[in-house]
């Protein structure tokens, strides 16, 4: 006699009440809030027309934007996953003084509002500045320059690669890694061949995350990066000049350009966490050991 | 165990020798790297900010502090901090539940939805409420000026924005949590003869109130801190649409640095009591599910 329960479809039946009303409410909340007011980004760029949309587009100081962001995004995003996993291993394998404290100070840059992150940093790294006076004699010049952009960038997004490594090296058996040292593996062979593939989805997804965030940012980045057109300007702060000098078209088109780079960057994110979880599913299928363990303190 | 069998230990110790000392020099290593790049790139910013803000006495940071422009600034903040997080606390719970406790068509794009206002930047959130509610150029424009009724450049567009920025948190931090724990509790106490409400009320929301508590915290947090589409809207209209944030911007823009942090060590004690909170839910949660 089997008494399992089969999964609840609000179609066939279910003893929780309430699915109408909560539904109903969420959608209405959403549709109000968020769907409605993002059509009008693109309610109002196709009322310019493909032409003029084409030409703010494509326009030199459109494209330089782009390319600042997405270079500078990405290479913080890429900067954030090796000393994100570095920082992941060591406070999840290593064991040293103020290990907890730091593990909870990871968070800050989700936590401190962005326009304190960018007044600190902007001062740290200005030629007189804490950090920047080591830098300034070798010739390094951080705030207002492409790389203060790229520094206020790391801080707003490192969280995202430690936090998706974190749980996934928590869960890897350590009975795998020491069957991997049995049979003669160097540390570094089981590394990179038990360690790595199992972390990859959730590399990849914290790189992602990283970068999105990054792409978007736009507090920290206005006070350090100068605001130099064509050369340290990035595109949310190209929406927000045009804007204030009345261009609502020209910002609409840009934020257009944003909006529709944000929901590809999401879609992406989704379906890659769907093929991660599909590819555990038949890892387990095959009868795999994925279970949770504590972690195992060296 | 260990003290027992002292013999076996040694011996398993002269086994592992080689091992232990090569990943030791590794270890120490990739300690002292990840240490650096946290103090340089984490702590060093989170320290200099008190510092800054102390820099020239506490009679200048009392007087930022109190200086009534940042007294304005904060009345707002604390304004929109108290509409927004139980607008947004309510929003949570309910999408939440309608998310967890029922299997349905199209849930993956209801949860993308509500990650929406993460992945888009401030800049554009602000944005599209000017495009709804600017008095010039936005489409219900003609609504406005007839009833004479200002959102953008208002506190009303700030609330908006900081409604738009927030609306996640909650709901983020509960879907999971209540997907986990699942509708058995539920279904027993319904059974049972509980009301619906009632088994809300005492069987899901104590399963999921430190979860609740930090999404709480973490909107509040938010809507003090959102700066880049509170910009947007907000129009700088010193006294009347200057959030806590703005504020900051301003004095700094002003050079008036020591003040600009001051008012800036406010925002950073309230992330980390944040951080404080997010780490005792943690904790809690952990015991939970043991």
Redesign the interface.
């Given at each position: 006699m089997n008494l399992t329960i089969k999964p609840i479809k609000i179609k066939e039946q279910s003893v929780i009440p309430g699915f109408g009303i909560t539904m109903g409410i969420s959608l209405l909340y959403i549709a109000l809030l968020v769907l409605i007011p993002i059509s009008m980004v693109f309610f109002n760029s196709s009322s310019l027309g493909l032409k003029s949309f084409m030409d703010i587009a494509l326009s030199a100081r459109v494209m330089a934007s782009l390319k600042i962001s997405f270079g500078a995004s990405f290479l913080a995003a890429t900067v954030n996953t090796i000393f994100g996993l570095l920082l992941a291993w060591v406070l999840e394998r290593y064991s040293f003084p103020f290990k907890k404290i730091i593990d909870g100070l990871i968070d800050l840059p989700f936590a401190l509002p962005t326009a304190v992150a960018g007044i600190s940093l902007t001062t740290l790294y200005a030629p007189n500045g804490w950090i920047g006076k080591f830098l300034e004699p070798l010739g390094i010049k951080v705030s207002y320059t492409p790389l203060g952009i790229i520094v206020a960038l790391i801080f707003i997004s490192f969280p995202f690669v430690v936090r998706t490594v974190q749980p996934v090296l928590q869960s890897i058996d350590k009975e795998v890694e020491e069957a991997a040292a049995c049979l003669g593996a160097t540390r570094l062979q089981a590394f990179c061949k038990i360690i790595i593939p199992e972390l990859f989805p959730s590399i990849i997804t914290g790189f992602a995350l990283s970068f999105a965030r990054a792409l978007g940012e736009y507090g920290s980045v206005v006070f350090i990066s100068g605001n130099m057109p064509m050369k340290t300007e990035i595109t949310p702060l190209l929406i927000r000049t045009k804007l204030e000098q009345y261009d609502y078209a020209g910002g609409t088109a840009v934020a257009a350009i944003m909006l529709i780079i944000s929901f590809l960057m999401l879609l992406a994110i989704n379906l890659f966490q769907w093929w991660a979880v599909n590819r555990h599913k038949f890892i387990f299928a095959k009868g795999g050991h994925h279970g949770r363990k504590p972690t195992f303190e060296p | 165990m260990a003290g027992s069998l002292p013999l076996n230990h040694k011996v398993l110790n002269t086994y592992q020798k080689r091992?232990e000392k090569?990943?030791g020099a590794?270890?120490i290593i990739?300690?002292v790297?990840?240490?650096l790049?946290?103090i340089?790139?984490?702590?060093?910013?989170?320290i200099?900010?008190f510092v800054?803000a102390f820099q020239q006495g506490a009679q200048v940071y009392l007087a930022a502090v109190s200086d009534p422009m940042a007294l304005e600034a904060i009345k707002l903040t604390l304004l929109t901090i108290i509409i927004v997080v139980p607008i947004n606390t309510g929003?949570g719970l309910?999408?939440s539940?309608?998310?967890s406790?029922?299997?349905?068509k199209g849930k993956?794009l209801?949860v993308?939805?509500?990650?929406?206002?993460?992945?888009?930047?401030?800049?554009?959130a602000g944005?599209?409420?000017?495009?709804?509610f600017?008095t010039s150029?936005g489409?219900l424009a003609p609504v406005l000026n007839e009833f004479g009724i200002k959102v953008i450049f208002a506190p009303p567009g700030i609330i908006?924005a900081t409604?738009?920025v927030t609306?996640p948190f909650v709901a983020r931090e509960l879907i999971p949590l209540m997907e986990a724990q699942g509708?058995?509790e539920?279904?027993a106490a319904?059974?049972l003869g509980a009301s619906?409400f009632k088994?809300?009320l005492l069987i899901t929301l104590p399963n999921v109130k430190w979860a609740l508590t930090y999404g709480v915290m973490?909107t509040a947090?938010r809507a003090?801190?959102?700066?880049?589409a509170v910009?947007?809207v907000s129009g700088h209209i010193r006294g009347l649409t200057n959030t806590v944030?703005?504020h900051?911007?301003i004095l700094?823009n002003e050079y008036k640095?020591s003040a600009?942090?001051a008012v800036?060590s406010l925002?950073?004690v309230?992330?980390?009591i944040?951080?404080?909170i997010?780490?005792i839910a943690d904790w809690k949660i952990k015991q939970q599910e043991k």
């Open positions: - | 091992p090569k990943s590794v270890r990739l300690t790297l990840a240490l790049f946290f340089l790139m984490l702590f060093i910013p989170l200099s900010v800054k929003f309910v999408a539940w309608a998310v406790k029922f299997s349905f993956n209801l993308t939805i509500i990650d929406l206002p993460f992945a888009i930047s401030p800049v554009v944005l599209i409420f000017v495009l709804l600017s150029h489409i908006l409604l738009f609306l509708t058995s539920e279904e319904l059974t619906g088994t809300f973490l947090a003090a801190g959102e700066f880049g910009s947007v944030p703005l900051v911007e700094y640095f600009a942090f800036a925002l950073t309230i992330a980390i944040n951080l404080i997010k780490n």
